[in-house]
């Protein structure tokens, strides 16, 4: 059986519909009424209130100056801590859905809304739309222009006057008309060489912990047969056979004396842990 859908749903699929649909009206005029209230509202905490209550979804600490325009309203989804400079214009034909810690310049324009090519059906008052995606962390300069079906990864700058009409990946910076990729931005912090190095040995020593705790499993196997067997815990003749075979393994001959001085400590470490348990 064929599901039926209301042109409200056909729009936010992206199929054609017709915008004069009484529904779909009833919720321009709402619309338009919320913006009023929004737009003169002197109180931000009112203004994100209302505007809560006209989005779709709104993560904490959104804030959009005055003025903001929209076609329904219930199709934008905005992340956490979203910031919208003035004059902002969302034709939310179909979804809008921005990211968190993203900021629009002034005059930023998102258009999910376009027409059929053919002149015959476009006058029909067919209309259909494409959603935009906004990743994490976006910039917008003033007098962006987001085209529909456009997306942009995490962490994109987009120019002040760029025309955006096709899609982009994270981390990179756009501009022109039509907008292209600038240049890529690098994540990786600058660290002191120090703080590198110091990096590198937390995670080998993460790494020795993990054996060393596998080596004490077998000593305290070890201990329980010798307690049984009565056995002496030094072994003089297996420390020296150890010791061999450790030096064999050293590749850098300038190692040589502190990894084996390192093993002897462990040995004797490892003997002190035996003798606990043999008491």
Known sequence: ME?????????????????????????RKFA?????????????????????????????????????????????????NFYANFNSIFLDICPITIGDNCMFGPN?????????????????????????????????????????????????VVAAGSVVTKSFPENCVIGGNPARIIKEIELEETRAPLTV?????NDIDKKIVALLEERMDVVT????????TDQPILDTSREKEVLAKIGSYIKNDTYNDAIKETYQGIMDASKQFQQQQLD
């Open 3 to 27: 599901e039926f859908k209301t042109e409200r749903q056909k729009m936010i699929d992206g199929e054609l519909y017709f915008s004069a649909d009484p529904e779909l009206a009833t919720a």
């Open 32 to 80: 338009r009424e919320q913006m009023k209230l929004i737009n003169h509202e002197e109180d931000s905490l009112i203004r994100r209130q209302l505007v809560e209550e006209t989005f779709g979804t709104t993560g904490t600490g959104s804030y959009i100056e005055p003025t903001i325009s929209f076609d329904y309203g219930f199709n934008i989804h905005v992340g956490k």
């Open 108 to 156: 930023a324009q998102l258009y999910t809304a376009t027409h059929p090519l053919h002149p015959v059906k476009r006058n029909s008052g067919l209309e259909y739309g494409k959603p935009i995606t906004i990743g994490d962390n976006v910039w917008f300069g003033g007098n962006v222009v987001i085209t529909p079906g456009v997306t942009l990864g995490d962490n994109v």
């Open 197 to 201: 190095q110091r990096d590198k040995i």
């Open 221 to 228: 196997a070890i201990a329980a047969i010798k307690k049984t």
